[in-house]
């Protein structure tokens, strides 16, 4: 026989249907995994010209140079050549990158892909990151190609930053309660849904 008090309580809890509140930074709603992706992709977009600008200027001649020297150049010298393209188009790259990620996300706010889908990145207190915090998340997001600045050495340090890069953007599916990536964690901010932005 149940009491009136056990009567009250629900035999499970949460109870049937309960869904808790969305968790919200600053008063607005955490961005989904979807729309962070969404955006990732429309700033890729937006770097992909000057990226393919800066490729071509650094391996253009070197594919000359090596072409023009097939037979000629021993391998090793070839070798160093190719190293050296790579880690100076990496040195370029990483500066048009910070200069987006950091600078120009940090004077508008957003970056071209988060203004578009309306997302914006608070600090935990709801806040207004400073540029240390978008340091922070520039550093992770792009390990796996800043190691190339190093020749030689940087070829394979970058296929186990690469591991760390991909755990990075995955690890919002199951962080818990602010849905963060690595790069979200080491610099203290999460990414939220602003309508209207």
């Known amino acids: ?10 035999q499970e809890y949460p109870p049937p249907g309960y869904a808790p509140p969305p968790v919200q930074l600053g008063g607005h709603p955490l961005a989904s995994p979807g729309e962070r992706l969404g955006a990732k992709v429309l700033d ?11 490729g071509a ?6 594919a000359a140079v090596l072409s023009a020297g097939r037979g000629s150049i021993a391998p090793a010298a070839a070798f160093v050549l190719l190293a050296l ?5 990496a040195l370029v790259h990483a500066a048009i990158h910070y200069a987006y990620q950091v600078s120009y996300q940090q004077r508008a706010g957003q970056t071209v892909g988060k203004r578009a889908l309306g997302l914006r990145i608070v600090r935990l207190d709801g806040g207004v990151p400073d540029r240390r915090a978008y340091r922070r998340r520039f550093l992770v ?4 190609w800043l190691v190339l600045v190093v020749p030689v050495l940087g070829f394979v340090i970058s296929s186990l930053a690469g591991i760390v890069q991909w755990l990075d953007a995955l690890w919002c599916l199951w962080d818990k309660p602010f849905q963060q990536c690595l790069h979200d964690k080491y610099a203290g901010t999460a990414v939220v849904k602003v309508p209207g932005a």
């Open 57 to 62: 200027v650094f391996f253009v001649p070197t």
């Open 85 to 89: 393209a790579v880690s100076l188009w």
């Open 44 to 54: 890729h977009l937006v770097l992909l010209i000057p990226s393919l600008l800066v």
């Open 141 to 144: 997001e792009n390990a796996s």
């Open 1 to 10: 026989m149940t009491s009136p008090t056990q009567a009250a309580w629900p």
